[in-house]
């Protein structure tokens, strides 16, 4: 609920470094660039590796956005004006004038919504005639009756503001209006003879007031102030006198308890109905019982789209849960495009390097800003992994010249940090097989298939390949679970320059026909690959067209 709602510069789910780093280093570029709303988020946990990176060059990790559907924070705005149960029915009325509001929340002392009062409350409430007799039995004070009629206070008295009576207005002649007026009682009194103001303070009322500007002499505030009688003077006359004091009802008396109210975090799909099915304009947001905003409906009809910068990659199936919703702004990427669409021309920055942090490296050089030391590191570390120190034969020389530039200003010897950065990712520990089928997964529509493929990168591959039966079996699952026609696990060889292929569902004979070797028993050893973007995808999407 922010002024200004922030742009997320946010890589693919389930990310790796490059994913990572590319987004934190593209949003402090942008935010040098006078965009200063950008910030980098993440659409997933930090593997070993990244994580690693992050600490090494002690940079946090992004924020989480698990997920950009439209949620009720996203189009809440400030409160202007809340009231208390306590205020009286003309702060309410003024509340809403100065506001321009049609309803305004009511809090107590703790900011803890109790209630609304609204333009239709007040209304029914006149409707209703809020007498004076209501006024006295609800709770107003002396000293709210003082403000309302912007009275001058001649006598404070000696009640403390208290009603323990009733309001009467002396309207006919003295004798008979005294009749019917008591101890205790506030009356209203306009243009008499000073007789009649000595009469009601004779008669123990707890307050006069005079109406219509009336001189008052010297000996009437006397009397009152031997008596300890509040006398109060008002320019209104006493009709108006009389309509002016029924504001001073609490709000407490026409406010509706029974309120609607949304979280921050309620998406808003799923408020939708309650909005169509009631009449309210404006709908208090609540956090721990505590108001933090309001929601228009009519901003509810055309919410502001979530902005989204995509950083190393462009293929939605990989993008954020909910980026239907969201609009995308710019494209920073290094692979193939995946079918694309946008409503708006945007800016995309898509070159055939090994990684998007090669790209983000060039734009800071194109625009002159300074890399600082921890962003070179950050981007240095993600080139290192995407090009798996150079051995990957996505590797050109422009990522190799950007990490030689990087480790300068870095401070580090880019090959024995490479090393240990990717022994640090290599280590499964006790990764679960679930963990490894997810590990680095994209999805990918290669044909008519949908396909999860992922990739662990080790120093050893004797560890992962004794899970081998337990790996296929979750990947069997995971297929079966989330609709997938195929779960391919590719587990990268660092040190031998190779991966081993283990694919699960149907069909085979595409992975066979692809890499030209037998494909009936769900693993197979395919020497000198290592890219997932440029040795395992390409020859799919071709093996495809052969079925």
């Known amino acids: 609920m922010s002024e200004q709602k922030v742009i997320y510069a946010i890589g693919h789910r389930n990310p790796d ?29 930090v593997n070993k590796e990244t994580k690693y990176a992050l600490e090494y060059f002690g940079v946090e990790a992004p924020q989480l956005v698990s997920d950009i559907y439209p949620r009720v924070k996203d189009i809440a705005v400030k409160v202007q004006k809340s009231v208390k149960a306590t205020d009286n029915l003309r702060t309410l009325g003024m509340a809403m004038k100065e506001c321009n509001l049609r309803s305004i929340p009511v809090v ?5 919504l109790i209630g609304m009062a609204s333009v239709s409350d007040l209304a029914k409430a006149y409707f209703q005639e809020i007498t004076l007799d209501s006024v006295s039995a609800s709770g107003a004070c002396i000293n709210d009756i003082a403000n309302v009629i912007e009275a001058d206070v001649l006598v404070a008295g000696d009640n403390e503001g208290k009603i323990n009576g009733e309001i009467k207005v002396a309207a006919a002649c003295m004798e008979k209006a005294a009749e019917s007026i008591k101890a205790g009682d506030v009356v209203i009194i306009g243009n008499r003879p000073e007789s009649a103001f000595i009469k009601c303070i004779d008669l123990k009322v707890a307050c006069v007031i005079i109406t219509g500007n009336t001189t008052i002499s010297d000996e009437v505030v006397a009397k009152a102030k031997d008596e300890n009688v509040m006398l109060l003077s008002t ?20 406010m509706t308890t029974d309120v609607i109210s949304f979280k921050p975090s309620d998406m808003l799909s799923d408020i939708k109905g309650v909005l169509e099915a009631n009449e309210y304009r404006n709908y208090p947001v609540v956090e721990n019982g505590k108001l933090v905003g309001i929601v228009n409906k009519d901003k509810f009809m055309m919410p502001e789209k979530q902005q989204i910068i995509l950083t190393d990659h462009n293929e939605l199936a990989q993008a954020v849960e909910g980026i239907e919703s969201g609009k995308i702004i710019e494209v920073v990427d290094h692979h193939r495009f995946g079918g694309l669409q946008t409503s708006d021309p945007i800016f995309i920055n898509v070159r055939p390097v090994g990684c998007t942090c090669t790209i983000v490296t060039n734009m800071y050089q194109q625009y002159g800003v300074e890399i600082p030391k921890e962003i070179a590191g950050l981007l240095m570390s993600a080139i290192i992994s995407d090009t798996v120190l150079f051995k990957s034969p996505t590797c050109t020389q422009t990522d190799k010249d ?10 580090v010897d880019y090959k024995e940090y490479g090393m240990a950065m990717l022994k640090a990712g290599a280590d499964i520990g006790d990764m679960t097989p679930a963990q490894i089928v997810k590990n680095d997964s994209k999805e990918f529509q290669i044909g008519n298939y949908p ?5 662990l990168s080790v120093m050893d591959t004797d560890q992962v390949m004794a899970m081998q039966d337990e790996i296929l079996a979750e990947m069997a699952r995971v297929c079966t679970a989330e609709g997938y026609a195929m779960s391919i696990v590719i587990v990268t060889d660092i040190i031998n320059e190779g991966s081993y292929l283990l694919f699960s569902g ?3 004979n595409l992975i066979g026909e692809a890499f030209k070797q037998d494909a009936s028993k769900s693993v197979m050893y395919l020497p000198g690959v290592m890219s997932r973007k440029k040795q395992i995808i390409p020859p799919l999407s071709e093996a495809v067209k052969k079925l």
């Open 17 to 45: 470094t490059d994913s990572i780093c590319s987004a934190i280093a593209y949003a402090n570029l942008k935010r040098n660039m006078g965009c200063e709303n950008v910030v980098p988020a993440r659409a997933g946990s």
């Open 108 to 112: 107590d002392d703790e900011n803890k």
């Open 235 to 254: 320019a209104f006359d006493t009709y108006s006198t009389a309509r002016l004091i029924s504001q001073c009802a609490p709000i407490s008396s026409i």
């Open 402 to 411: 950007a990490v030689e530039y990087l480790a300068k200003i870095a401070g």
């Open 451 to 455: 396909m999860l493929i992922s990739q």
């Open 506 to 508: 149907e069909p085979k």
